[in-house]
């Protein structure tokens, strides 16, 4: 009886909590398509419990009904679990310090994911209760044995359904922590936002390519794609993975893919390509997840990761779940080449091709060593075609000055003179358009599309081209007002020399931070559209992860080469920005513990969006500048709080992020070693 009066006690608290997460929903504004998904989950799970909150008060709590609640109520079980995330959300609503007038919706796409898990399967368990105890009360009307013996059978049936929704719960977010330790990776979430930006029509000249369609016919084809930069290739790489996601039982045939950038790489090969196939793989056909819960099992106990050999046999057993696979990697020519990895990545690909009905796309540009490693194997040279970039430009006239959008014939002649222009190079189309939407009237739109830069007739001078667009874009930076030209060099600054992409969120942060402040100033906090705006439409946000990202990798080997002599104190500034934050006031008064619990550790990060990236990468920053700012890094070192937070923010950020065992480096140890290796 009692652990029944319990679980009334845990229903009322669960409805209450509920209620409040229902009320923020119905008052948010501005909110994406996830706050209806979650109010429309959220009431029809307030209604069931409330049904459930109602038999508890009037039911006589037989033992089979008893039994039945007592499984809601168990440890880790959809109670605790939903109870859990309930908290987190709560956690972020009330962390919201600033009071407006209109709230805003403060949860990412993986807290609508969890969420919405946890109410399904805490509904569909209170359904299986409620239709038991429903069966309970007709069972009481019956006085024939043989009814009761009936009864008896489905009573144990129900208990059985109850029992195994808890294990299908169990296995699901096992499998969800194998996905989580084997890869980093999230390109489905990228394959969208380039979707995304697809003019509809563009691509369908590469689909209906002889090559392409005999490349899906022939079991163990390869297809290379080669293009100069700013051809579309990574668009044409979504366009058919889309196809190919379109026409394919993927219970049958898998499909998997990456884009490869070279800023992904983390060295611990948590963005490793092969891990990643292997993730898309299981995720797509749930039932080929054996060989990979295998895998997480034997190196979860000892704390360690898969080597290639590991993943690619891994691969193998999953792969003999599907009577063939296509696999899309893009841009291979920015996969790493230093020691051999590219090679090695290739050779593992080609055994798995040789070992299963394997089918490859590679686009990359024309580097030698790339296409060297491909032999004969058939190629296609990626160009946009001119009437992909004429549907692209047309798209975008609707931002001329109206003086020109008025005159149809003038439009037009703007089109022709794009598409001639740009010669087939989308990047280049992209940076004319953006330019000409700056313009108030046609004589300056005549103008522009004279002096600026064009595509050569050698192509393989496309370099050249866009870097006198990035050159023109630098300059337009120069000539803004002081604080906005200061605020664009600066963002220039973290996006290039960042070691990892950072979120919206990071990059707000680290360019709010001034040097001499004792804390953080919330009122210097710049929204991302202004940050975006003034660095003159060379940095994007990805949609679908948040990274802040240049638009093209040509633009980021352009600032590799330029930044330091283009604003020389880019490094100084990033690394004293790391420095400053960490000794700000709220950082060392954060009482930071040693503890294990996931969901305070997570809470923590999101709280303060940089500390993360400061802890983990301030070395990396320092280091090419350190003499300038030994006595800054002396200061730094000395103030125990501060490295005594930083030490266990980085344990425990490792230990949630990877699930390693909380005892896998003391901090005591950490404290001997961690800073004389810095340098």
């Given amino acids: 009886m009692s652990d029944a009066l319990s679980v009334v006690a845990s229903v009322i608290a669960i409805v209450d909590a509920t209620v409040k997460i229902l009320k923020y929903l119905n008052d948010v504004k501005d909110a994406p398509q996830q706050r209806a998904d979650c109010e429309r989950d959220l009431a029809t799970l307030y209604s069931l419990l409330i049904s459930l909150k109602y038999r508890l008060d009037v039911s006589d709590l037989s033992k089979a009904w008893n039994q039945a609640v007592r499984t809601l109520g168990i440890e880790n079980g959809p109670f605790a679990q939903y109870a859990a995330v309930l908290e987190e959300l709560h956690r972020k609503i009330a962390n919201n310090n600033k009071i407006v007038a209109a709230l805003k919706w403060k949860f990412t796409k993986e807290d609508v994911k969890e969420l919405r898990s946890k109410i399904e399967g805490l509904k569909s368990t209170i359904q299986i209760v409620l239709e038991l105890d429903q069966f309970e009360l007709s069972k009481a009307t019956k006085d024939d044995t043989e009814a009761i013996k009936e009864d008896a059978a489905v009573i144990k049936t129900s208990a059985f359904r109850i029992h195994s929704s808890i294990l299908q719960h169990e296995y699901t977010q096992k499998l969800q922590d194998a996905f989580d330790w084997i890869s980093d990776t999230n390109y489905p979430a990228r394959q969208s936002d380039f979707l995304s930006r697809r003019q509809p029509g563009t691509g369908a000249w590469f689909l209906n390519l002889s090559e392409f369609i005999r490349w899906q016919k022939e079991p163990r084809s390869t297809l290379l794609c080669v293009g100069m930069p700013g051809a579309g290739k990574t668009m ?336 100084a500034y990033a690394a004293s920005t790391c420095l400053a934050f960490l000794r700000f006031e709220k950082m060392k008064s954060m009482h930071l513990t040693q503890s294990n619990s996931p969901i305070k550790e997570k809470a923590m990060f999101e709280a303060v969006p940089f500390l993360v990236y400061a802890v983990l990468h301030w070395a990396d920053h320092v280091k090419p500048c350190q003499e300038a700012l030994l006595e800054d890094v002396i200061e730094f070192l000395h103030d125990d709080k501060v490295r005594q937070n930083m030490i266990i923010a980085a344990r425990s950020y490792r230990v949630c992020k990877h699930k390693l065992s909380s005892h896998i480096m003391a901090p005591r140890e950490i404290d001997c070693i961690a800073h004389c290796c810095c340098f």
């Fill in 236 to 571: 044409l790489a979504a366009i058919a993975i889309e196809h190919l996601g379109l026409k394919t039982d993927l219970e049958k045939a898998g499909v998997a893919y990456v884009f490869c950038n070279y800023k992904d790489q983390t060295g611990d090969g948590r963005m490793d390509p092969l891990a990643a196939m292997l993730k898309q793989l299981v995720q797509n056909k749930p039932s080929s997840a054996a060989p990979l819960l295998e895998l997480h099992s034997l190196h979860h106990k000892h704390n360690t990761r898969p080597s290639e050999e590991d993943i690619t046999k891994t691969l193998q057993q999953v792969l003999k779940a599907y009577t063939s696979a296509y696999v899309v990697l893009d841009a291979l020519d920015e996969y790493p080449a230093k020691d051999r990895k590219r090679d090695r990545l290739l050779a593992r690909i080609f055994e798995l091709q040789r070992c299963s009905d394997l089918q490859l796309v590679i686009t990359s540009r024309p580097i030698p060593e790339v296409i060297d490693s491909f032999g004969g194997t058939p190629k296609v040279e990626v160009r946009a075609s001119h009437a992909d970039i004429r549907l692209f430009a047309a798209e975008r006239t609707g931002n001329l000055p109206k003086s020109a959008k008025r005159d149809a014939k003038f439009v037009d002649w703007v089109l022709n003179t794009v598409v001639g222009a740009v010669d087939g190079m989308f990047l280049l189309a992209q940076f004319y358009m953006d330019r000409l939407a700056e313009t108030s009237n046609k004589r300056q739109i005549k103008m522009l599309l004279g002096s600026l830069p064009r595509s050569r007739e050698d192509n393989s001078d496309s370099r050249t081209t866009y870097n006198e667009v990035y050159e023109d874009s630098v300059g337009r930076i120069e000539t803004q007002a002081f604080l906005r030209r200061d605020l664009a060099k600066r963002t220039l600054s973290w996006v290039t020399l960042a070691r990892r992409p950072l979120t919206v969120e990071e990059l707000r942060h680290a360019l709010a931070v001034e040097t001499g402040d004792q804390d953080l100033d919330e009122d210097n906090i710049s929204d991302i559209e202004e940050i975006i705006s003034a660095c003159a439409g060379l940095i994007t946000v990805e949609k679908s992860t948040d990274l802040v990202r240049f638009m093209h990798y040509t633009t980021q080997e352009f600032f590799d080469t330029t930044i330091h002599s283009w604003y020389p104190e880019a490094q």
